[in-house]
């Protein structure tokens, strides 16, 4: 089965590389074109990209899905079926009808809930306990297609959007491979997805990032959690923005007066409009990111700091 994938970000690599290991016969890889990073703007190729030319893949990076280049490229490498992974781009309808089996995605959810760009991080944000991944029929519509196969999984209390991102990625690289193993054996049984439980999952800003610490220490766990590791949780300690990368729920501490008000320095506990939150990782602004026992030491926190 001769296949195209279209995928960009580390998240699209190892579905890519366990297609290869399976065996399966990669004759194109689409990615989103290189770009400037870092201080100094240096190119940058997409983690795909850098995938597949290990592999001696031949990578292309349309600006365009819809102008026809991208097509006509298609139209040469003949694909059985594109599988398609985060890329980042809209298929028009002429590719999407191309290969003889269509186009497949793996899409980082339980769909119908949270089609859209940031499944994983809005599950953490919105505390679920369970999520997944789903290989399904690409459609015209945002993550509408119908499903053909998923692989759930259990959310850790305190596991960040970071870590689930990358078991999401572990899993979906077998989720898919196994999907091409039924499309090959035609035991494939797409399902309808139903609408009315469907979510939206947009992509993050950093309007996200405030702490607003009336809310309850499990909304702020979750948030840390989940914009972990970008754009990262906000606070602000003595006029100055500090990042908060890792936090517990407190057991210790569960009735206070002053939201934001630190109540133990060892470990750095902060007061919320219910319950307390344990600071583990912090970074101050301009600076590395540390341990708040470190932070504590470094910017005289006591207890008559209130967090802001």
């Known amino acids: 089965m001769n296949i195209v994938y279209m995928g960009t970000p580390d998240f699209a690599v190892a579905p890519l590389e366990n297609i290869i290991k399976n ?13 400037p990073k870092g201080r100094k703007y240096t190119l940058t190729p997409p983690p795909v990209k850098e995938c597949a030319l290990t592999y001696n893949i031949p990578v292309y990076q349309p600006n365009s899905m819809k102008d026809g280049t991208a097509l006509e490229i298609l139209q040469q490498l003949n694909p059985d079926i594109i599988v398609v992974v985060a890329y980042g781009k809209i298929l028009p309808k002429e590719i999407l009808t191309l290969p003889k089996y269509g186009c497949i995605n793996v899409h980082a959810s339980l769909l119908p809930k949270y089609r859209g760009a940031g499944p994983i991080q809005w599950a953490v944000l919105n505390g679920e306990k369970v999520t997944g991944v789903t290989t399904m029929n690409m459609a015209e519509g945002l993550d509408t297609g119908d499903m053909l196969m998923k692989a759930q999984t259990e959310i850790g209390e305190n596991e960040t959007a970071t870590e689930l991102h990358d078991r999401l990625s572990l899993m979906g690289a077998e989720l898919i491979v196994e999907t091409l193993k039924a499309v090959e054996s035609h035991t494939l049984v797409p399902e309808k997805q139903d609408d009315t439980l469907s979510s939206y999952a947009p992509m993050l800003t950093k309007d996200l990032c405030q702490i607003h610490w009336s809310d309850t220490a499990q909304k702020i766990h979750n948030q840390i959690r989940g914009l972990n590791s970008w754009p990262i949780a906000t606070a602000n300690v003595n006029g100055k923005k500090v990042k908060i990368f890792t936090s517990r729920i407190n057991e210790q501490f569960s009735e206070q007066e002053t ?3 630190v109540l133990s320095v060892n470990p750095l506990v902060v007061a919320c409009g219910k319950g307390s939150l344990t600071i583990l990782e912090i970074q101050p602004d301009g600076k590395k990111k540390m341990t708040s026992a470190d932070f504590v030491r470094g910017y005289r926190i006591t207890t008559d700091t209130v967090f802001g």
Do not use: L, R, W
């Not at 065996?23 to 770009?35: I, L």
């Open 259 to 261: 939201v934001g008000k």
């Open 23 to 35: 065996g399966y016969h990669v004759s194109g890889v689409f990615t989103q074109p290189d770009k």
